[in-house]
């Protein structure tokens, strides 16, 4: 494999137009002026500020990028403290790799999030362990990055203010679409980054260089994927739901699969599985939260399997709550299709919300069913409360938890539809007292 490290003295230098990039990033006109205010900072200090990473990326790319890197090399917590002397703000949280997440105070009185890192050197003392970080110069700062396609910086102060600095043949890599690490033993480093390049080959249409294979057998070789830990490899594949597009999600859990990558971190899933589970995702996308997303998502990638459970850090105690509700449907599923509409809501609001989403992957009678539940009928509610029907003369309160199940009943049924036929139902049943004893 070629050492792309020594072109690191002859680098490339571009002007840009720094109107023009930011004027493409469309910052909020608040962020702009925090910007410039960092900007006359780092001047003064004599401390270059640069951008890096996916925003310069996405910039060639033509891309709209959600979040920036704002790089300083130099004392970070000293310059935050003196810029806080002029604009409104506070640290929110400071990472152990030197990077600090500040909110902005705006003259509207607006708050905005901004991620500032010191540029800085890493030191990886056993492989796929967190490495430990050292404030250093910005040529360090893009050695330890992980593609060279994230490997370009965008000047916003002397001694490189307006430049674009390509120290590692990332334009070209860029424009040509390849996603190349940065050495061989860049995954053993951090096994982390194959996933980060499976994201962008997708997400770009990007190739993969040699040397990102050569990598890879080398972390291969080296055992490497098995020491990350199950927290990691979890963050990593939320990151596949959190970042991508779902209409990406299969094409990425089937080349990480193709590339040997589930196997190697210890995971044995079926690869047959996964346009299943991308295809229920995408029926239940509108209908769900992100958290309830990400659990259906892990749940139905390892399903029953209390390894895969163990190995991405799962709770045991939820495995063992998935499986007995999947002992309570597997022995009534094949009922389902002969029940009433009330019995079967009854029945599916029985088991609990995930594992009842989870499980309708595997049981083909089921999905139909808890499709229908999600969409339509479990949004039925009857429009009256129990606190109306105290009102009516109804004070204990199982008789008022009966009443409003027959009435949703009955909505269910198509038998009422609005709140006056509610109270009318409401009034016939009062007279007839064996209802309600
Ligand atoms: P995205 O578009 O997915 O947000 P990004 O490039 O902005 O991509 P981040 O995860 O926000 O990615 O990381 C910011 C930058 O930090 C990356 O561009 C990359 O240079 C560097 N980076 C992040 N994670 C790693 C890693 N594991 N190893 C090396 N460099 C990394």
């Given at each position: 494999?070629?050492?792309?490290?020594?072109?690191?003295?002859?680098?490339?230098?571009?002007?840009?137009?720094?109107?023009?990039?930011?004027?493409?990033?469309?910052?909020?006109?608040?962020?702009?002026?925090?910007?410039?205010?960092?900007?006359?900072?780092?001047?003064?200090?004599?401390?270059?500020?640069?951008?890096?990473?996916?925003?310069?990326?996405?910039?060639?790319?033509?891309?709209?990028?959600?979040?920036?890197?704002?790089?300083?090399?130099?004392?970070?917590?000293?310059?935050?403290?003196?810029?806080?002397?002029?604009?409104?703000?506070?640290?929110?949280?400071?990472?152990?790799?030197?990077?600090?997440?500040?909110?902005?105070?705006?003259?509207?009185?607006?708050?905005?999030?901004?991620?500032?890192?010191?540029?800085r050197r890493e030191l990886?003392?056993?492989?796929?362990?967190?490495?430990?970080v050292f404030p250093s110069?910005?040529?360090?700062?893009?050695?330890?990055?992980?593609?060279?396609?994230?490997?370009?910086?965008?000047?916003?102060?002397?001694?490189?203010?307006?430049?674009?600095?390509?120290?590692?043949?990332?334009?070209?890599?860029?424009?040509?679409?390849?996603?190349?690490?940065?050495?061989?033993?860049?995954?053993?480093?951090?096994?982390?980054?194959?996933?980060?390049?499976?994201?962008?080959?997708?997400?770009?249409?990007?190739?993969?260089?040699?040397?990102?294979?050569?990598?890879?057998?080398?972390?291969?070789?080296?055992?490497?994927?098995?020491?990350?830990?199950?927290?990691?490899?979890?963050?990593?594949?939320?990151?596949?739901?959190?970042?991508?597009?779902?209409?990406?999600?299969?094409?990425?859990?089937?080349?990480?699969?193709?590339?040997?990558?589930?196997?190697?971190?210890?995971?044995?899933?079926?690869?047959?599985?996964?346009?299943?589970?991308?295809?229920?995702?995408?029926?239940?996308?509108?209908?769900?939260?992100?958290?309830?997303?990400?659990?259906?998502?892990?749940?139905?990638?390892?399903?029953?399997?209390?390894?895969?459970?163990?190995?991405?850090?799962?709770?045991?105690?939820?495995?063992?709550?998935?499986?007995?509700?999947?002992?309570?449907?597997?022995?009534?599923?094949?009922?389902?299709?002969?029940?009433?509409?009330?019995?079967?809501?009854?029945?599916?609001?029985?088991?609990?919300?995930?594992?009842?989403?989870?499980?309708?992957?595997?049981?083909?009678?089921?999905?139909?069913?808890?499709?229908?539940?999600?969409?339509?009928?479990?949004?039925?509610?009857?429009?009256?409360t129990g606190e109306e029907?105290?009102?009516?003369?109804?004070?204990?309160?199982?008789?008022?938890?009966?009443?409003?199940?027959?009435?949703?009943?009955?909505?269910?049924?198509?038998?009422?539809?609005?709140?006056?036929?509610?109270?009318?139902?409401?009034?016939?049943?009062?007279?007839?007292?064996?209802?309600?004893?």
């Amino acid at each position: 494999m070629t050492n792309i490290i020594p072109e690191l003295n002859n680098f490339q230098i571009e002007k840009i137009d720094l109107e023009e990039f930011l004027e493409f990033l469309n910052l909020d006109s608040e962020v702009k002026a925090f910007l410039q205010k960092a900007c006359e900072l780092a001047k003064k200090r004599k401390e270059f500020l640069y951008f890096a990473g996916g925003v310069v990326r996405d910039y060639f790319l033509r891309k709209n990028t959600k979040d920036f890197d704002l790089v300083l090399e130099g004392n970070l917590e000293d310059f935050l403290k003196e810029l806080f002397k002029e604009v409104r703000g506070e640290i929110l949280f400071k990472s152990q790799f030197l990077t600090y997440k500040v909110n902005i105070e705006g003259n509207s009185g607006k708050t905005f999030i901004i991620d500032l890192v010191t540029a800085r050197r890493e030191l990886y003392e056993a492989p796929a362990t967190l490495p430990k970080v050292f404030p250093s110069s910005f040529k360090e700062d893009i050695l330890r990055r992980d593609f060279t396609i994230n490997t370009l910086i965008l000047g916003l102060t002397p001694p490189y203010e307006g430049k674009l600095l390509d120290l590692l043949g990332g334009k070209r890599d860029l424009e040509k679409g390849i996603i190349r690490p940065l050495h061989l033993f860049s995954f053993v480093e951090d096994p982390t980054r194959i996933f980060r390049g499976i994201r962008y080959k997708v997400r770009f249409n990007f190739e993969w260089s040699e040397e990102f294979y050569q990598a890879l057998n080398k972390a291969f070789e080296i055992s490497s994927l098995e020491k990350l830990t199950g927290s990691r490899i979890y963050q990593e594949l939320k990151l596949y739901l959190l970042k991508e597009s779902l209409e990406n999600l299969k094409d990425l859990l089937e080349l990480t699969y193709d590339l040997g990558v589930f196997e190697k971190v210890g995971l044995k899933l079926k690869r047959e599985r996964f346009l299943n589970l991308v295809k229920w995702l995408e029926v239940l996308e509108k209908e769900l939260t992100f958290q309830e997303k990400e659990k259906v998502f892990f749940w139905g990638l390892i399903w029953n399997s209390s390894e895969g459970a163990l190995r991405l850090g799962l709770s045991i105690k939820e495995l063992n709550k998935f499986k007995a509700s999947e002992e309570f449907i597997k022995s009534r599923v094949s009922f389902l299709s002969k029940m009433g509409l009330s019995e079967k809501v009854e029945f599916l609001e029985k088991v609990p919300f995930l594992p009842l989403l989870v499980l309708s992957l595997f049981y083909e009678d089921l999905k139909e069913e808890v499709l229908n539940w999600i969409k339509v009928y479990r949004k039925i509610k009857p429009k009256l409360t129990g606190e109306e029907l105290k009102k009516m003369g109804i004070s204990e309160s199982p008789k008022i938890g009966k009443i409003l199940k027959f009435l949703r009943d009955k909505h269910l049924e198509g038998k009422i539809r609005s709140e006056e036929e509610e109270k009318q139902l409401v009034e016939q049943l009062l007279e007839e007292e064996s209802f309600l004893n």
